[in-house]
Every structure is written in C-alpha cells, then in structure tokens.
C-alpha cells in the first residue's frame, strides 16, 4: 500500500545511500582490472593480469582450501548444537532457559574480539594448541546462534500434529525425528547451513586470536595488507564477493518460500523468541 | 507430549557445548582480569590492580572515550541514512523486496572486503584523491582522508548501516496501516501523520538498529587497523596489542570484561526500551 506519496527527494535520498552501499563495492571490483595498480584516476590499462597472479598463487589457494574445511566443520558443528538447542527452546522449560537462550545468541550481537578473546584464553587454559581446528571449533561456537535462529523460526511453520500422529502410529521418537522432524525442517536446515558457510568463510575477528600456523583466506588477506595493496587483492575480493552474493541469493530464495520477510537479525533483538 | 526422554536428548548437548564453550569461556575471560602478570607468566593470584589502573591511567579513559564517541557518531550516521531508506521501502517503494534484498546483501557480504574497498578509496593515492586531482579540485593529494577518526567513522557506518536498516525495517512493516489512514482521515498532516503516528510506532526497531550499530562498532578492531591510523585507535586495538606484543593477559582480560558488562547492560536497557515502546 502506497501512503503519504509526495515528492521524490525520498527516492533520491534514498538512491544516494544505496550509491553509498554500493559504489565502494564497485570501485573495489573496476580497479581488479586496472593495470598499474590499485588508485590513480582514471582507471587504465584495463587488464585480467591480476586475476592471472591470484590463479597461480599458492598461498591463497591453500588457505582458500583451509577455510572451505573450517567452514565445513563449523556448519556440521553449529547445526549438531544449534538445531536440538532450537528444539530445546521450543518444546521444553527447564530452569536457566532464558539465560540459555540468551547465551546462544549472545555471539551474534557480541563483537568478535569478545568471543575470539574469550576462547583463545579457554584454549590456552586448556592446554589445546592453537590451530585450524580451534577457529573451526570457535566459528562454530559463534555461529549456533545462526542455526538455532533459523531452525526455530522453521518450527514455528511446522505443524505439530503431524509429530503426534507418528508417535501415535507406534513410531518411536527417534523414527519421528527423522522421518517426520527433520524432512519438515530442511529448508531451514540447508539455509542455516548456507549462512553459516558464508559467515565462516568471511569471518576474521574470531580467527584473528584462534589462529595458528595457517591460515585462512581472510587472515591471508588481511596479513598481505599489511605489506600493501595489489590488485591481486581486489581481484581475490572481487570473487569473494561474487561467492557471497551467490549464497546470499540462494539462501534468500529457500528463506522467503513461503514465509513473510521475518529477518534473523531483527528478530534476535525485538522477540522474546529467536 | 514430548517424553521425557526426549526432552532431555535435545537439551543436554546444546547445555553442555554452550556451558563449556560460552559460559565457562566468559568465566576464564572474568578470572583473568584479576589475575597479573610475572616475570613473563600470568600468576593466578587475586587483585584488582588491573581495574585500578583502568579507572587511573588516562590512555585507556581517553581511548575507551574516542572509542563510544566514534560509535555514537557511526549509530547516529547509520540511523539517518538507514531510517528514510526504511521508510521508502516500506511506504512508497513500487519494487519493495528488491530494494530490501539490495540492502540486506552487502549486510553478508564479507566484512574484510568492504573495509578494504575504503582502503583503496581514501588512499593518498587512492581512488578519491586521485580523482579529485584529475578533476582539479585539488593540487596534491589531502592526506587527512586515510588514517583518522573519519575514516574509520565512514568505513564503520558503511559496514553497519545494514544493520540498522533490518530491524527499522521491520518495525515499519509492522505499523498498522489503517492508524495511518485513520490518522489521514481525521486531517493530520503527512509531517503530522509521520510525527504522532508512525516514528512512535517504529521507536522499537529504531532503538534495536542503534544498539546494533553501537555495539558492533564499539567493539571494531580491524577497521582502525586497516583505515584508522594512530588518531583513529579504538577500545579494542588497545586489547589487541596487550594480548600481542605487550602480553597483558590479566589487563586486557579486564578491559574486555568492562566491554562485556557495557555491552550486556545496553542490551538489557534497549530490551526494556524496546518492550515500552512496542505497540502490542
């Protein structure tokens, strides 16, 4: 519904942020292609040279190959926690839930630095050795709070009698789980995983303190800036953010099937409920 | 309908990870920060000398200072580009999801990658200044542009104003529409219809936009790092070196904690706000 409709300067207002959102992106992406280097106006020598150094470089390849398996792990890990911790949350009281459920979602809102922090000292009091399995452990940790936002959102859709005619059929909790549970749960289930993959492979604060002797691919990069800026990096980041608008897309569309625009985030902070 | 048994088998292990991994990490975090350091080692001994020297030593009053006046700025600036943008999309935009989803991509896109554009733009020899150049607005290149509180301001509102939109968005989703019609009916003005009606109803989305760009931006690290330069250090950046080379476990661990007790409090304060607020 259209109300108030008057003017345009709100359309042009509103153009001038999305420039604002976008253009650094752009500009990232034109200079990829600027021969001489990263600045200078205009951009000139328009060339795919740079994409040919990031192809043959064996660094960030590795640590491209690093983060894909933290992420794996950190996608199994917040899934195997987040998604009984939302059933948890939706289906029992116990004493100390809110501070559980608080708890959970607490590494969304929390600045990195915190979280990194906090486990980088629990590792050390351990005695666990700092490593790829560490960030994949802490990333995974951060990000429950994702699958279980997402996974509870999906239980409010699903229809609980379905549940209780299964148990009712002589199914026993596990078959019900499996075979009525989960399948109705999928598309939650997948675009948790998609989210978490994307904010894993991201993901730099929290690898920033768990970090050991390899890296990944943000550590990479951002371990390069600190000796200067090539367009090796924008072309890296260019396909970065290809891959991340890639997901987001496809994650949106399995979100939205069906389901009024109920954002993750603003849910996080404006329900009792995640 | 849920036997117990099964009530127990999707509670325990969710308890138990977030216990050992959230919980007892915050209590290390906690015990740290009145522990002290050695001759090199951290000695697991009792004393507040960590807080004293924060509430004492100005350095770490003036950053934490810089620090909260860089994220109110950056919550202030998110707020005015994100709510008129909300209130577009959601009143009079004719392709509403696509805007939405236009705003809430860069929201995932990777954090390192929009610090870094900044990076390249506000360079000395950076797209900016070059720019400028080539157009002779100015002669040499403005140094002040990388390396400041400005930049890292600019960077972090670029990053979080996102955030701020999502939850304003949603409030304003929320606004029923035949108030605004009643309200337009009875002879409000639209500045007037705005004013009485539809800012009231939107204040809980507008209050959990602004603890997310506070918080998150409070907290930054890698943008001072990146475009702050020695003017535009931050809270964290101080955590960070005595977590490194200055190998201050106990103080740093203090420091964070003074962060968390703020952080927490915030959001348990815009949580009570939010829930005044709310039109229900």
């Known amino acids: ?274 | 309908m849920y036997s117990k048994g099964y009530k127990v088998a999707v509670t325990a292990p969710p308890l138990f990870w977030v216990t050992l991994f959230l919980l007892f990490a915050y209590v290390i975090l906690f015990a740290h920060s009145f522990w002290s350091v050695r001759d090199g080692q951290i000695a697991r001994e009792f004393t507040l000398a960590n807080y004293k020297q924060i509430a004492t030593s100005p350095l770490y009053l003036q950053v934490l200072f810089r620090s909260m006046k860089i994220a109110g700025t950056v919550t202030l600036l998110a707020l005015l580009l994100a709510y008129p943008v909300a209130y577009y999309v959601s009143f009079q935009a004719r392709h509403k999801n696509l805007l939405y989803q236009l705003i809430i991509v860069p929201l995932w896109v990777s954090y390192l990658v929009r610090a870094y554009a900044w990076k390249t733009i506000l360079g000395s020899d950076g797209v900016l200044n070059t720019s400028l150049q080539f157009l002779h607005v100015t002669h040499g290149p403005v140094s002040a542009l990388l390396y400041s509180p400005f930049a890292v301001v600019l960077t972090l509102t670029h990053i979080y104003t996102p955030f701020a939109f999502l939850p304003i968005f949603a409030s304003l989703e929320h606004v029923p529409r035949n108030l605004v019609e009643a309200s337009q009916d009875l002879g409000a003005a639209p500045l007037q219809t705005f004013r009485r009606v539809i800012l009231p109803l939107s204040l809980p989305g507008v209050i959990a936009g602004a603890t997310f760009a506070f918080v998150l931006s409070l907290g930054d690290f890698l943008a001072p790092l990146l475009v702050g330069g020695p003017s535009g250090i931050m809270i964290s950046n101080i955590v960070v070196s005595l977590f490194g080379a200055a190998y201050d476990w106990p103080l740093g661990a203090a420091i964070s904690l003074c962060m968390l007790v703020l952080v927490v409090a915030l959001l348990f304060a815009t949580e009570r706000l939010e829930k005044r607020y709310s039109y229900q």
């Open chain 1, 1 to 274: 519904m259209n109300v108030q409709r008057r003017g345009g300067w709100l359309a042009a207002y509103s153009a001038l942020v999305f420039a604002f959102l976008y253009l650094p992106i752009a500009v990232l992406i034109l200079y990829s292609f600027n021969g001489p280097g990263v600045g200078g106006f205009p951009p000139r020598d328009l060339t795919l040279h740079w994409y040919r150094v990031l192809f043959e470089d064996e660094a960030i390849w590795s640590s491209v190959l690093n983060s894909v398996m933290v992420a794996l792990v950190a996608v199994v890990l917040a899934l195997l926690i987040g998604t009984p911790a939302a059933l948890a949350l939706d289906r029992t009281n116990f004493p100390g839930k809110a501070l559980f459920r608080r708890l959970v979602l607490l590494p969304l809102i929390l600045p990195g630095i915190i979280t990194g922090l906090s486990l980088l000292m629990l590792c050390v009091f351990s005695g666990f050795e700092l490593s790829l399995v560490t960030i994949a452990l802490g990333h995974g940790t951060a990000l429950i709070a994702v699958a279980t936002t997402e996974v509870f959102a999906g239980l409010q859709k699903f229809d609980r009698r379905q549940e209780e005619a299964s148990l009712d059929l002589g199914a026993n909790y596990w078959q019900t789980f499996w075979r009525i549970t989960l399948p109705n749960l999928k598309l939650s289930i997948i675009g948790a995983a998609l989210l978490i993959f994307t904010l894993s492979m991201d993901e730099i604060a929290v690898s920033f303190f768990l970090v050991g002797r390899e890296n990944t691919l943000p550590l990479e990069i951002w371990s390069r800036l600190r000796r200067g800026m090539t367009p090796e990096i924008n072309a890296v980041s260019t396909i970065i953010f290809l891959f991340s608008l890639f997901t987001i897309i496809i994650w949106y569309r399995i979100r939205t099937r069906g389901q009024a625009q109920e954002m993750l985030a603003a849910s996080i902070i404006q329900g009792e409920n995640p």
